[in-house]
């Protein structure tokens, strides 16, 4: 038995994963994953990855990007969400901020530095023809840390996931003031390139397994309802996000990877563009 760790964000993008562990898919082929739940996101995972905490991460594009650059010994597989996250921009319910407008010179609460919720924060101002210098940002690790820090006034608003934050919307304690999709696919699946050498075969067999699992995933019976009492969700919503999520089990292309890194540069999120080797490998 072979044990390969992994490690992804507790949203119902990741379902697939503890579905295969769960019915022993893995085990049967002689792989021992070992899933770790990260509610701190991407930036935590680029370092999971680069300590060797991980193995493997499904991680957001833009985030592992940055972080292949800025020197993470890892490669990415393979795009695992092919449509783009779409990110609410949240605010304390009882905040002054109306509008999106009215959010340009607030200071932002992210995850961590490097996190996808910093990265979209530079998206989004770029969108409004906002000064991405005069961003302003406070750590606040988690979900709950973000509904502390709006809530005490230490920041003004909150990027996240709009399908897993909308039951806080719902109970009043945040107000959702605009929607960000991302400009590119979502979640890919990064890998340290040491088990990329020493486990091609594993790997292979993995992601084998995965995909078969997602190309099959929305026809699962009451999956929607699965999914609704897992994450805590209405059922309707995610029907919704059923029907606005695409999985992929394909490799990310050249052009695609050029897309997120051009983007990157302009936003001066990175210094340099990486080669398509340097940052992908196709399994």
């Given at each position: 038995?072979?044990?390969?760790?992994?490690?992804?964000?507790?949203?119902?993008?990741?379902?697939?994963w503890?579905?295969?562990?769960e019915?022993?898919?893995?085990?049967?082929?002689?792989?021992?994953?070992q899933?770790?739940?990260?509610?701190?996101?991407?930036?935590?995972?680029?370092?999971?990855?680069?300590?060797?905490?991980?193995?493997?991460?499904?991680?957001?594009?833009?985030?592992?990007?940055?972080?292949?650059?800025?020197?993470?010994?890892?490669?990415?597989?393979?795009?695992?969400?092919?449509?783009?996250?779409?990110?609410?921009?949240?605010?304390?319910?009882?905040?002054?901020?109306?509008?999106?407008?009215?959010?340009?010179?607030?200071?932002?609460?992210?995850?961590?530095?490097?996190?996808?919720?910093?990265?979209?924060?530079?998206?989004?101002?770029?969108?409004q023809?906002?000064?991405?210098?005069?961003?302003?940002?406070?750590?606040?690790?988690?979900?709950?840390?973000a509904?502390?820090?709006?809530?005490?006034?230490?920041?003004?608003?909150?990027?996240?996931?709009?399908?897993?934050?909308?039951?806080?919307?719902?109970?009043?304690?945040?107000r959702k003031?605009?929607?960000?999709?991302?400009?590119w696919?979502?979640?890919?699946?990064?890998?340290?390139?040491?088990?990329?050498k020493?486990?091609?075969?594993?790997?292979?067999?993995?992601?084998?397994?995965?995909?078969?699992?997602?190309?099959?995933?929305?026809?699962?019976?009451s999956?929607d309802?699965?999914?609704?009492?897992?994450?805590?969700?209405?059922?309707?919503?995610?029907?919704e996000?059923?029907?606005?999520?695409?999985?992929?089990?394909?490799?990310?292309?050249?052009?695609?990877?050029?897309?997120?890194?051009?983007?990157?540069?302009?936003?001066?999120?990175?210094?340099?563009?990486?080669?398509?080797a340097?940052?992908?490998?196709?399994?």
């Amino acid at each position: 038995m072979k044990t390969i760790k992994i490690a992804g964000v507790p949203e119902h993008f990741n379902l697939p994963w503890h579905l295969c562990i769960e019915n022993g898919a893995f085990e049967d082929v002689g792989i021992d994953l070992q899933w770790t739940d990260v509610p701190e996101g991407t930036g935590k995972m680029c370092q999971m990855l680069r300590d060797g905490e991980t193995d493997i991460a499904v991680i957001l594009s833009e985030g592992i990007v940055k972080d292949i650059n800025a020197g993470n010994p890892s490669k990415i597989v393979q795009v695992y969400v092919e449509s783009p996250l779409i990110w609410g921009i949240h605010v304390d319910a009882k905040s002054k901020y109306e509008t999106l407008s009215d959010l340009e010179h607030g200071k932002v609460a992210i995850s961590r530095l490097g996190s996808g919720s910093q990265l979209m924060a530079y998206v989004n101002a770029n969108n409004q023809g906002w000064n991405t210098d005069n961003l302003e940002f406070e750590i606040v690790n988690t979900l709950d840390g973000a509904v502390e820090s709006l809530s005490k006034g230490t920041s003004d608003y909150f990027m996240w996931e709009k399908f897993m934050t909308k039951p806080l919307v719902d109970k009043g304690i945040f107000r959702k003031v605009a929607d960000c999709p991302t400009p590119w696919p979502c979640f890919v699946i990064a890998i340290r390139e040491e088990i990329l050498k020493k486990h091609p075969n594993t790997i292979a067999q993995i992601l084998e397994i995965i995909n078969i699992t997602t190309q099959e995933f929305k026809e699962i019976p009451s999956i929607d309802r699965t999914l609704a009492t897992k994450y805590h969700q209405k059922i309707e919503d995610i029907q919704e996000w059923l029907r606005l999520t695409e999985w992929s089990q394909k490799p990310l292309s050249e052009n695609m990877l050029n897309k997120i890194q051009n983007q990157l540069f302009d936003l001066k999120i990175i210094e340099k563009k990486g080669t398509f080797a340097e940052l992908v490998k196709a399994i």
